[in-house]
């Protein structure tokens, strides 16, 4: 891999990203804007009902977030018109042909001047509707490809999966490729068209049940974690993605294409500045319980590494990444970018970094007093949680026999409630809990010989800095990223 200069590959090239209103696909867009002003065209596409609503959200969602201000204050009064220059929005939705886009006008132009395609959009949910997520980051990846396919001038397909698509596997897990049709448990049979067939069968089952529409999702749920669980995947999520890469690799046919499988993503290291986060995400949820005092237990093994790995270094990994592929020549390569094989993390590190930061920071409540925080009762196996919830759940109900028996209605009412409750608790640590007891090490081989080659022949290697060892967690946790949770998601 030999590189020359990023600044140069983009100048005057077309990007056409998927996605654009999302965390990652932003950071993206504002990096490119800021560093290569001369890029000839960003092709933002977002679901949109018309171009009027496309505007409002680039307003609203993209420019308008803190996330632009460096930028901002780069332009000056040129910012609107340089945006206006170098932004194309793209009403669309990237689970149909022709990633939906109804103006034909927009297609034939796209096609003619992208060089290259990034596809971000996605669902993040773990616990998604298995037709939105079958639709989305599966038969998604398919017509992103198939777009690319149809740029005459395309360089380089990168799409942007997960490095959990791995499952719940043990020890090394490899940049290695899924073939058509592969699963982790050895069942044979996965095909993606018996999987549309599925859904649309349970669609129909649940329509002359006359099934509302709450019914509805939870059947589609219930049957997105069957079906991801039946084939060795923990959750519909990454099975859907895993099938996502399944067809990016069919589908590109002789293009280029990168695959980008990303841990988990933090806020900002560096750039545009340190902190910039967006959305309570996977390990944040657990930070913002703990910060306003709902989370009294902490679920995971210490031991475990957390693989995280702040979004701008994604970002810098994709935008390398995309330069070494960028020919005309067939090729398909994939990239984990994480952390936990150079610079790891325990679950450990992170109780510790929460307990300290808002012990000493308490977040502030309503009624503006200090929400005092202490140290969790740590649950390190699932087991020892069932036996907690168990007695939790007696406990529970005992006090409310207690002290409903005279009103046996308004017993029942709590009661039920607190059955719901339970079981969504139960629910989501089911779901969570192969992230909780990870015990596995991302492989970052590919990734590594990326930043070797950057680091030696890119120009501006320090503008695309990708190394997770330069990482120190406590300053990062204690000094950047609790108190861009602090700053953003609190507000
Ligand atoms: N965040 C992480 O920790 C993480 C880790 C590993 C990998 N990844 C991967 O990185 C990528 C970006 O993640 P993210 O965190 O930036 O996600 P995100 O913030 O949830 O953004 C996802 C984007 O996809 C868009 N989208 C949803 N359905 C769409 C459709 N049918 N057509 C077009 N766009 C659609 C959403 O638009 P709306 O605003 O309209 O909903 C949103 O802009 C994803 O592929 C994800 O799997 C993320």
Excluded at 138 to 162: D, M, P
Excluded at 291 to 309: C, M, P, Q, R, Y
Excluded at 405 to 432: E, H, P, W
Aim: charged content about 25%; glycine content about 6%.
């Amino acid at each position: 891999m030999e590189f020359e200069s990023a600044l140069q590959f983009l100048d005057n090239k077309s990007i056409l990203v998927t996605g654009a209103t999302g965390f990652l696909a932003k950071i993206f867009a504002e990096k490119i804007l800021r560093v290569q002003p001369n890029v000839k065209k960003l092709y933002l596409l977002l679901r949109a009902a018309d171009h009027k609503s496309a505007i409002q959200r680039l307003h609203h969602e993209i420019i308008g977030k803190d996330l632009f201000k460096v930028l901002k204050e780069k332009c000056g009064k040129n910012f609107i018109s340089f945006i206006s220059e170098k932004i194309t929005l793209i009403p669309g939705d990237i689970s149909q042909e022709d990633l939906g886009v109804k103006d034909s006008n927009l297609v034939e132009e796209m096609w003619k001047e992208v060089d290259v395609v990034v596809n971000l959009a996605a669902t993040t949910n773990f616990d998604e509707r298995y037709d939105v997520a079958l639709g989305l980051n599966t038969l998604g990846a398919k017509y992103v490809a198939n777009f690319a396919n149809k740029c005459v001038k395309l360089k380089v397909l990168l799409h942007v999966s997960t490095a959990y698509v791995s499952g719940e596997r043990s020890g090394l897990i490899l940049e290695n490729s899924y073939r058509m049709g592969e699963t982790l448990n050895g069942v044979s049979g996965l095909d993606i068209n018996i999987e549309k067939k599925v859904i649309e069968e349970k669609l129909n089952e649940l329509r002359l049940q006359g099934a509302s529409e709450k019914e509805t999702t939870q059947a589609m749920k219930d049957l997105g974690i069957a079906r991801a669980r039946f084939y060795g995947w923990p959750n519909t999520y990454v099975f859907t993605k895993a099938m996502g890469e399944m067809l990016v690799g069919v589908f590109k046919e002789n293009m280029p294409a990168v695959i980008i499988r990303p841990t988990i993503i933090t806020s900002t290291y560096k750039e545009p500045f340190p902190g910039w986060t967006e959305g309570v995400r996977t390990i944040d949820s657990l930070l913002v319980g703990y910060a306003k005092g709902k989370l009294t237990i902490f679920l995971a093994d210490l031991e475990s590494v957390v693989d995280l790995i702040p979004a701008d270094m994604v970002v810098n990994a994709m935008i390398v990444a995309m330069i070494a592929h960028a020919s005309h020549q067939p090729s398909e390569a994939i990239y984990q970018v994480g952390s936990s094989m150079r610079n790891p993390m325990k679950y450990r590190n992170l109780h510790d970094f929460g307990f300290r930061y808002f012990s000493k920071k308490p977040l502030i409540n309503k009624d503006g007093k200090p929400v005092i925080v202490g140290k969790l009762r740590v649950m390190d196996s699932m087991a020892s949680f069932h036996r907690y919830m168990a007695l939790r759940y007696l406990l529970l109900l005992k006090g409310l026999e207690l002290a409903n028996t005279a009103f046996c209605q308004f017993f029942q009412g709590v009661y039920s409630d607190l059955n719901r409750k339970i079981s969504f608790v139960m629910r989501l640590a089911d779901i969570y809990k192969p992230y909780l007891f990870f015990d596995a090490i991302f492989d970052d081989i590919n990734t590594e010989k990326l930043r070797m080659a950057a680091r030696s022949s890119l120009v501006e290697s320090d503008m695309f800095y990708l190394d997770p060892k330069c990482i120190d967690w406590e300053d990062y946790f204690m000094n950047i990223h609790i108190p861009g949770i602090v700053k953003y998601i609190f507000k």
